[in-house]
């Protein structure tokens, strides 16, 4: 069946909260009003299970007022949920398969035993510049699989929040180096880029002020990188955030995005999205 004709679901799925939005199939498509839940996290065992069960009651509330059967639907993953390593070039792999090995290999170095529980991939870009890996809990992968089905729709799709984000606003990056930092409630997500190659990534809880932790990574990821410019340029993904004030500081220079020319993707989180609790 052509996408014209089946309609699309766009999911982002962070702790304690979900936003949607559907496009109406057909020739010129319509896009529903945003749907966001966001409520506090409850105790679980499975960190990701509560945001489970609010996408399952948003899905059969969507269903109810207008079936969702034949829809794609592609899932945006908090940071939270995502374990990413830079996997270094590697001139001598040539077969997408043996990259995807090694990456695999890589993950296990970084983060131990726990790989074998998870389901890794890669980000596009031949294995001699270098390339991200990413990895979630195959649990949550076929979690997700399962509530599909149970409403017959064909997940089309599972892409960490950093990738989306990154590829969104790519574009109109024209620097040799720069940082790119996703922010959300409760984490930052760093990376650094030199001559279009991804040369790091740290992926970490915030435990105190956002402030202090994003200049203090900052500082030890440019320690780590081996090499300082005069002026460091920092993008800042950080939708739910928009009263971020940062002071003023002579060797580091914010951008903040989402920008006039490049907006967040409708599903993105913020803080002016129509919000919905769920018992």
């Given at each position: 069946?052509?996408?014209?004709w089946?309609?699309?679901?766009q999911i982002?799925?962070?702790?304690?909260?979900?936003?949607?939005?559907r496009?109406?199939?057909?020739?010129?498509?319509?896009?529903?009003?945003?749907?966001?839940?966001?409520?506090?996290?409850?105790q679980?065992?499975?960190?990701?299970?509560?945001?489970?069960?609010?996408?399952?009651?948003?899905?059969?509330?969507?269903?109810?007022?207008?079936?969702?059967?034949?829809?794609?639907?592609?899932?945006?993953?908090?940071?939270?949920f995502?374990?990413?390593?830079?996997?270094?070039?590697?001139?001598?792999?040539?077969e997408p398969?043996?990259l995807?090995a090694f990456?695999?290999f890589h993950m296990r170095?970084?983060y131990g035993e726990r790989?074998e529980n998870?389901?890794?991939?890669?980000s596009?870009?031949?294995?001699d510049?270098?390339?991200v890996?990413?990895?979630?809990?195959?649990?949550?992968?076929?979690?997700?699989e399962?509530l599909s089905?149970?409403?017959?729709i064909?997940?089309?799709?599972i892409?960490?929040?950093?990738?989306?984000a990154f590829?969104?606003?790519?574009?109109?990056?024209d620097?040799k180096?720069?940082?790119?930092?996703?922010?959300?409630?409760g984490?930052l997500?760093?990376?650094?880029?030199?001559n279009?190659?991804?040369?790091?990534?740290?992926?970490q809880?915030?435990v105190?002020?956002?402030e202090?932790?994003?200049?203090a990574?900052?500082?030890?990821?440019?320690i780590?990188?081996?090499?300082r410019?005069p002026?460091?340029?920092?993008?800042l993904?950080?939708?739910e955030?928009?009263?971020?004030?940062?002071?003023?500081d002579r060797?580091?220079?914010?951008?903040?995005?989402?920008n006039s020319?490049?907006?967040?993707?409708?599903?993105f989180?913020s803080?002016?999205?129509?919000?919905?609790?769920?018992?």
């Amino acid at each position: 069946m052509s996408r014209l004709w089946r309609d699309q679901i766009q999911i982002f799925f962070a702790p304690g909260r979900v936003d949607m939005v559907r496009t109406f199939r057909g020739i010129k498509p319509k896009q529903s009003p945003k749907i966001a839940t966001n409520s506090v996290s409850q105790q679980d065992a499975v960190a990701w299970n509560a945001t489970l069960r609010q996408l399952e009651q948003m899905v059969e509330m969507e269903n109810a007022s207008s079936s969702l059967a034949g829809a794609e639907m592609s899932v945006t993953l908090s940071n939270h949920f995502v374990r990413y390593a830079v996997v270094p070039p590697q001139p001598e792999i040539t077969e997408p398969a043996e990259l995807l090995a090694f990456a695999h290999f890589h993950m296990r170095e970084v983060y131990g035993e726990r790989v074998e529980n998870w389901m890794v991939s890669l980000s596009e870009g031949g294995p001699d510049k270098g390339v991200v890996s990413a990895a979630i809990e195959r649990d949550l992968y076929q979690a997700l699989e399962a509530l599909s089905l149970r409403h017959r729709i064909k997940l089309k799709q599972i892409e960490p929040y950093l990738t989306v984000a990154f590829d969104q606003w790519c574009t109109s990056f024209d620097d040799k180096r720069l940082w790119f930092v996703v922010i959300e409630p409760g984490r930052l997500c760093i990376v650094l880029i030199s001559n279009g190659n991804w040369q790091s990534i740290r992926n970490q809880r915030v435990v105190r002020t956002l402030e202090d932790e994003l200049f203090a990574s900052l500082e030890q990821e440019v320690i780590l990188s081996g090499h300082r410019e005069p002026v460091e340029r920092v993008y800042l993904c950080a939708p739910e955030h928009a009263n971020l004030a940062l002071p003023a500081d002579r060797e580091w220079q914010f951008v903040f995005l989402p920008n006039s020319k490049i907006p967040a993707p409708r599903h993105f989180p913020s803080i002016l999205a129509r919000r919905t609790d769920y018992a």
